[in-house]
């Protein structure tokens, strides 16, 4: 059998060893260093493929054994070139195997695209999934630029939405995209929304109007939704609920006290934004949804919301015991 190199293994010249490390950073392949090792690296690294037989007299029958169990040394070559390759390897050496197929065969819907949500669209595009749907009913403005991913001064005045799926479309043309305009204006408009498609994960990107965590979680508690969501208010950001079905005992608008929130109505004010803040969210929100998407990893914020001040970097938890 013919091998040649995992061109993510990581091989590290260490005094007169040969380290190889792939997924287990804590336990390198070990290997003495001469310069017939050396050469032959350098082969393999350009794409060379050699006879076993021959890397077993040249490295020793073990060492090559335990480099084709880790998967530094392979039989076929590895694709480092196409879009989703460094995501590939990142799955291999994590011992991930099915994460692509699991991204691939995922429904999303994004409820609005502003800050969270254009942020949030990127990275399901650039994760992979099957399928995003973008709901959002306002147009392109400049204002939005310092927030906002992928907008621009040519886009003012299209429908953020459609803009949106262009971008996206771009740089993933795989992914299928759709988009609804519509302002979401009743509990009716958002459940016809949401059972519009078999949704694997909603993402709430809207903060308008004040009811809507309150639609949300009835909707979502109705037809056993999941979702994630995230805002600002304020100098401090907002992370969390995630809502799981059959798992979370509250949602985003019992976590916050919503349901009962006496006299107070906002009449006019539009708020400031730093877009830094929504980027933390966004980021913190993508990392939950790979999790409750493929099913690696353990959801940070189920029934909690981390409430963090991001100029005295303090913060704080409120759970379902707050």
């Not at 099957?130 to 927030?147: A, G, Q, Y």
């Not at 939704?225 to 809502?243: A, D, K, Q």
Request: hydrophobic content about 40%; proline content about 3%.
């Amino acid at each position: 059998m013919k091998l040649t190199l995992n061109p993510y293994t990581l091989i590290i010249k260490d005094n007169n060893r040969l380290l190889f490390i792939l997924s287990d950073a804590n336990n390198p392949i070990v290997s003495e260093i001469d310069d017939e090792k050396l050469h032959v690296l350098q082969q393999l690294h350009e794409g060379a493929f050699l006879d076993q037989s021959d890397l077993c007299n040249i490295f020793s029958e073990q060492t090559v054994k335990d480099l084709l169990t880790t998967g530094s040394f392979l039989p076929v070559s590895v694709d480092t070139e196409s879009m989703f390759s460094r995501t590939n390897a990142f799955f291999m050496s994590h011992n991930m195997p099915n994460a692509r197929a699991s991204l691939m065969s995922k429904k999303v819907l994004i409820l609005g695209c502003g800050g969270i949500g254009t942020h949030m669209a990127w990275h399901m595009a650039a994760l992979g999934i099957s399928k995003l749907t973008l709901v959002d009913f306002d147009i392109v403005e400049k204002s939005n630029f310092n927030r906002q991913l992928l907008f621009d001064n040519a886009d003012i005045g299209r429908d953020k939405a459609e803009v949106l799926k262009e971008k996206l479309a771009a740089v993933n043309s795989d992914i299928v995209i759709e988009t609804i305009n519509k302002r979401i204006g009743s509990e009716e408009d958002l459940e016809s929304v949401c059972t519009s498609d078999k949704f694997d994960l909603i993402i709430k990107a809207l903060d308008t109007p004040t009811e809507f965590p309150i639609w949300l979680d009835n909707v979502a508690q109705r037809n056993k939704i999941t979702y994630v969501s995230g805002i600002t208010m304020r100098e401090n950001v907002l992370i969390g609920p995630s809502y799981v079905p059959d798992v979370s005992k509250h949602g985003m608008s019992e976590l916050l006290n919503l349901k009962n929130p006496g006299n107070s109505e906002k009449l006019y004010g539009t708020s400031p934004s730093l877009g830094i803040m929504l980027y933390n969210i966004s980021d913190e929100l993508a990392v939950e949804a790979f999790k409750l998407l493929t099913g690696y990893g353990k959801p940070k914020y189920i029934d909690t919301i981390l409430c963090k001040n991001i100029l005295t970097d303090e913060s704080y938890y409120i759970s379902g015991n707050h």
